[in-house]
């Protein structure tokens, strides 16, 4: 590649971060590292009317918490700014009128309500199209249709006007997808889209095409739902800056439902359960909480690994990545022109793998954190460090790790004795007065030396250590799980084990 690699990821700051947008990031960031190029973040923030305070905050917070941040972006500086398409808003207007000075857009002046008198005229004719295109313009008002000076005479009136691309029937569009190869467009199908709207500023399809050139964009990869727009904006680009300009695009494939029925959306995960956004993110307007995959409990690792592998593979058995093998083994070439079903059970399993794999005191913080949260504070973190690797094989989520420590900090609140009273007898009651007693004499508390013990007890009293485990489990833990139940006794040790074995047989009497 003769020039720097260079590409963008534009959000629009509406809402909260969709999991496919941080897919799309994750690619962008994963091809400019692998060719030591530049990731830039630009905001799209030229529909005021959706603008959402906080929005703009929140993506920056949500791919910090990724670990894909930019090289150049609002926070990060750069020499292409400004990054905000709002505070750009007087390059966008010189480039709309140059358009209109070539013939190759024209001002309209329709209004709302005679836009919505040509759909409707449109439909009553059974049109196949009711669209603003080559054979609706000829009906409306606009430059195309007024003279000379009867548009200039409404534009000195301050009459509101649009600029639109003028789209001329009869030719094909081409362009070379790196991922889905060479697409033709019928220009016949396309519409007139608006470039620059009544207050000023411009539309995605101006922007982005503006925007990509002036920052020197080299590649530029986007959802396929954006397929469609490709015509108006290889138009602009050969009107504007020539082809050779243009970036090399890819379309990525869409993230689909779990049944494979459509693109997965917020309402799909409200519905089955699961979040689709990367962070929580609350509507200002509302209040309305939409739950994020970290607040749940995945670990950015794990969130990533999923992400890369919707749509995409090595062309081995391997399904657990980290960040840096990604940046060395992704390529465009193995990405997928089909959709990717979304799984969420597939996606707490790279959780769980990534719980395992790494040491625990990487997520530490985030387990000391929800330990607070359910009242357990001031945790010798020493002592938190080895609780969480023992237990940490059996966490799917993070928020698992509370339910699967909480014993070794305080004594179950319940203890679930109907699972030992079917099969509880005098013996066993007597095994565990004994075993008691040997344990306030012990000098040891390690745990082979307690299993040791516990075995000798059961040996002389003719009873199976099979049927004496659960029992034990249960008075230690409140329940039937947990690690290995002499480890649990060592953690705990000497004087709440043996309380919480003689609080078990006061309610087994």
Known sequence: MLKKVRVRFAPSPTGGLHLGGVRTVLFNYLFAKQHQGDFILRIEDTDQTRYVPGAEEYIFNCLQWCGLQPDESVQHGGAYGPYRQSERKAIYSQYAKLLVTNGQAYYAFDTPEELEQMREKLKAVGSDSLQYDHHSRLNMKNSLTLSSDQTQTLIDAGTPYVIRIKINPGETVSFTDMIRGVIDFDTANVDDKVLLKADGMPTYHLAVVVDDYLMQITHAFRGEEWLPSAPVHILLWKYLFGLDAMPQWAHLPLILKPDGNGKLSK??????????????????????????????????????????????????????????ELVEKFSLERVHKAGAKFDFEKAKWFNHEWIKKLPAKNYLPQVKAILADNGISAVDESFLLAVVEMVKDRCTLLNDFYTQTVFFFQAPDTIDTASIKPKWDDNKQLFFTELIRTFQLTAFWQSADLEKEFKEIAAVNHLKPGELMMPFRIMLVGGKYGPAVFEIAAMIGKEATIRRIEHGLSLLQ
């Open 267 to 324: 309402r799909d995960g409200d519905r089955l359960g699961f979040p689709v956004y990367a962070m929580d993110w609350a509507d200002p307007k509302t209040g309305d909480l939409t739950k994020g995959f970290k607040e749940i409990g995945f670990l950015p690792e794990a969130f990533i690994n999923l992400l890369a592998v919707l749509g995409w593979n090595d062309g081995t058995a391997q399904e657990i990545f980290s960040l840096n």
